[in-house]
């Protein structure tokens, strides 16, 4: 079964750094997602991408936070300089599109998602 | 964003059928119903969706009620694997008309006991 696949699965680093996450989605997947889970709350979505451009991101999702899509496979998030509170879970996810405009529910797939532990 | 109510926490016996229920009273008509669990330690990982009829996969059953304001997840036969947070998420509408983001609730904590 096809999946996304996240590295580096854990990253230590210290305040003030710049951190990447790497993500590749599902190969025929033209949506994606990133996510972060502070350990013990809930999932919480950062922002959504769709050609080459981001289509919603949320408020937690301020300038210090960027994404790329480099090539034809990676979907890469960047946090420019981490603080204490941006250690969490990093998820990524993509879909093949949906909704009210597509016709179809919007099904994403997630990786196993990325720890990020900044101290 | 659309709303959801879960219970906190369920607790059921191993082998046995297990309603996880959804309530979901600000429903529009266009908006899907998605189930989603993450195991512990792992991403959340997708279970079912519907519309309006009910839905069965490998996986687990979906009632939808009639006037669709509530859902219940069915597994069938619980195991300890299906031990998990379950999600019930309406997919929202994005700004930008494509992709729409679900946006997770706390969810329901399943415990299963052998």
């Known amino acids: 079964e096809p999946e996304v696949t996240q590295t580096p699965s854990h990253q230590v680093t210290q305040m003030g750094q710049e951190v990447i996450l790497r993500c590749v989605p599902i190969?025929?997947?033209?949506?994606f997602y990133w996510y972060r889970q502070i350990l013990g709350q809930k999932v919480e979505f950062l922002v959504s991408f769709y050609n080459n451009e981001i289509s919603e991101k949320s408020e937690i999702f301020d300038d210090q936070f960027s994404v790329e899509r480099p090539d034809g496979s990676n979907f890469t998030l960047k946090i420019r300089s981490t603080k204490l509170e941006d250690s969490a879970m990093y998820f990524c996810?993509?879909?093949?599109?949906?909704?009210?405009?597509?016709?179809?529910?919007?099904?994403?797939?997630f990786g196993a998602g990325s720890r990020l532990t900044v101290l | 964003d659309a709303k959801t109510t879960q219970p906190n926490s369920m607790e059921s016996n191993e082998e046995e059928p297990v309603h996880l229920p959804c309530n979901h009273s600000t429903i529009s008509g266009t908006d899907y119903i998605h189930w989603y669990r993450q195991l512990p330690s792992q991403g959340p990982e997708y279970v079912i969706h519907g519309l309006t009829s009910n839905v069965n996969n490998r996986m687990a059953s979906l009632a939808i009620a009639e006037d669709r304001k509530s859902s219940t997840l069915i597994l069938h036969r619980a195991t300890l694997r299906d031990a998990a947070v379950y999600y019930c998420i309406l997919e929202v509408e994005s700004i930008g008309e494509y992709g729409n983001k679900l946006v997770f609730g706390a969810g329901t904590i399943l415990r299963v006991k052998s």
């Open positions: 190969s025929n997947h033209l949506y």
């Open positions: 996810a993509s879909s093949g599109g949906g909704g009210l405009y597509s016709s179809g529910a919007n099904v994403l797939t």
